[in-house]
């Protein structure tokens, strides 16, 4: 499973490249039963990481064939904190695809809040939203 594809000028996902990498976004965990919405394919989502990875472009900047961008970070940075992306890309592309990987985990520092920083509206920290204060008329 060590072989790798050239690196190509395009960000779509190809089907080749999707079979090279298939095994490791295997969707769903055994013996937990399914709720709510179908998810969607783990291809889709890959496909539009892959898109953004190779891009540099924001999520918001997903174009209209792959998911949701939400749907896509909130998987984006599950698998990210497990390797899967890192490992993805580097059967993809070798060291090219750690140098993608490495500068998007470069973004992801950036945006992080600084130690100690307050939160700009006050939070209940059993609810994890900002606390509503009623309008009081004098």
Not at 100 to 112: D, E, G, H, I
């Amino acid at each position: 499973m060590s072989h790798q594809i050239s690196f190509r000028p395009s960000p779509t996902l190809t089907d080749e490249q999707w079979r090279s990498v298939e095994s490791l976004f295997r969707a769903g965990r055994p013996g937990v039963p399914l709720r709510g919405r179908p998810a969607h394919s783990p291809r889709a989502v890959f496909g539009a990481i892959h898109w953004v990875l190779w891009t540099g472009s924001a999520w918001s900047g997903l174009p209209d064939q792959y998911p949701d961008f939400r749907t896509c970070h909130r998987r984006f940075k599950g698998w990210f904190e497990a390797g899967l992306v890192q490992q993805a890309m580097a059967i993809l592309y070798g060291a090219e695809g750690g140098a993608l990987c490495a500068a998007m985990s470069a973004r992801m520092q950036a945006w992080r809040a600084p130690a100690g920083r307050k939160p700009r509206f006050p939070v209940a920290s059993t609810l994890r939203w900002p606390v509503v204060r009623p309008i009081v008329v004098r």
